[in-house]
């Protein structure tokens, strides 16, 4: 396996994960149609999945846990660094695209610099 694999995979993933979670927030948070389809049928799993994204943002659920993964990833070795910081760029794009920014920018910085540091 090439050592740059990893990387271009990293690459490749990011950008469709940050498009899909921009997906989420306008077709599924922002679209006008499921207020009205979810005040009659609340039950539907469209509802339940936006009614549950809503209190992940409300209590900034994933820029918290992109925060403090993008921390532990800072001052934890090697592999296990490197893979808490993947986790934080994960976390930290849907929280970007999700109205929590102000988390997900600085979790976003802290893991792209452990990511470029050698150690």
Same mark, same amino acid.
């Given at each position: 396996m090439s050592r740059r694999l990893p990387l271009v995979l990293l690459l490749i993933v990011l950008p469709l994960w940050l498009a899909a979670s921009y997906g989420v927030r306008y077709g599924l948070m922002e679209d006008g149609q499921w207020v009205g389809v979810c005040v009659d049928e609340a039950l539907r799993w469209q509802c339940q999945a936006r009614s549950n994204l809503g209190w992940l943002i409300h209590f900034e659920a994933l820029g918290w846990t992109a %925060? &403090? *993964? *993008? @921390? %532990? =990833?800072?001052?934890?070795? &090697?592999r296990l660094g490197r893979g808490l910081a993947v986790l934080a760029l994960l976390a930290g794009f849907p929280a970007l695209a %999700?109205?929590?920014?102000? +988390? =997900? @920018?600085? *979790? +976003? @910085?802290? *893991?792209? +610099?452990? +990511? @470029?540091?050698?150690?």
């Open positions: %925060l &403090g *993964a *993008a @921390v %532990l =990833a800072f001052v934890a070795p &090697g %999700l109205y929590n920014t102000s +988390l =997900a @920018v600085f *979790a +976003l @910085v802290i *893991a792209g +610099l452990r +990511l @470029v540091r050698s150690a």
